[in-house]
């Protein structure tokens, strides 16, 4: 079973560090980078949005590997071969890890999608995403998406394969710092989960769970001021849908 990392920048700011920390694990990879950047691995490609540079990247994989990890460049990785492991199942077509961030409204967030998705997969993480390849190369070319990587999974399942969410294997990142920050992340990632789910036929009951989730969204309210700003992006990221949003480019800064 032979794997390659497809590390997604939109610019160089993490690439050192990144090729540091691949490099001492020695794990094969190529950088797809929105800014050019003199290093046999990295290749630019101008930011059109992670789905674009998961287009682009997937063109450049050698035909002798059978798992592409998806890997976002501002993370470190936690548990990689944990997450690998699953993959010697032939029926297994996709890993995902969870999150974390050390500070912000989503130290709270991640436990309680985490406790969601041990039973139902609703929503993935890309920071730290396994993929055999034949499969990624069935659903190319991505269309425009926000939420490029809960798509792959939705459409994984779509094709009746298996996924298993690993939280022994998780990528160390950063999010938001503020709760009216956090409206602006929900905001982005739901509008990208409606696009996704226009695209694919998950199982029924993920998509009656988002055909309920603006009806029990008031119920984040229990929990203060990061439930209020929670269920606004939600909202707020359905009516960006509802309004024929379809791009795969979010160009509101939210990480501050």
């Known amino acids: 079973m032979k794997f390659l990392f497809l590390v997604l920048a939109r610019d160089r700011k993490y690439v050192i560090g990144k090729i540091e920390e ?5 794990l094969p990879y190529i950088i797809v980078c929105g800014e050019p950047f003199d290093h046999p ?7 059109n949005g992670k789905y674009d540079a998961i287009n682009f990247g997937a063109t450049l994989v050698p035909d002798d590997v059978d798992i592409i990890v998806m890997n976002d460049v501002d993370t470190k990785i936690h548990g990689f071969y944990q997450g690998l492991r699953h993959l010697n199942d032939e029926n297994v077509a996709l890993v995902f890890g969870s999150e974390k961030v050390n500070e912000g409204p989503q130290r709270l967030f991640i436990p309680l999608v985490n406790v969601i998705r041990r039973k ?16 990624l190369k069935r659903m190319l070319p991505l269309k ?3 939420a490029e990587d809960t798509y792959i999974l939705f459409k994984v399942l779509e094709y ?3 996924t ?13 710092k503020t709760a009216e920050k956090e409206e602006l992340y929900k905001r982005k990632t739901v509008t990208g989960i409606y696009q996704a789910l226009s695209y694919s036929r998950p199982p029924y009951f993920i998509r009656l769970f988002y055909f309920m989730l603006p009806a ?4 984040l309210l229990l929990l203060g001021k990061k439930g209020y700003f929670w269920m606004k992006g939600i909202l707020l990221g359905l009516l960006d849908y509802l309004r024929g949003d379809r791009s795969g480019v979010w160009s509101i800064t939210y990480m501050e």
């Open 164 to 176: 298993i969410f690993c939280e022994n294997c998780y990528a160390e990142t950063e999010r938001t």
């Open 120 to 135: 139902i997969q609703i929503v993935c993480s890309g920071e730290l995403l396994f993929i055999r390849k034949y499969v």
């Open 22 to 26: 691949l490099e001492s694990m020695k």
């Open 160 to 162: 009746g394969c298996k």
């Open 41 to 47: 691995n990295v290749v630019y490609r101008p930011p």
């Open 144 to 146: 425009p998406c926000k």
């Open 216 to 219: 029990i969204s008031p119920l």
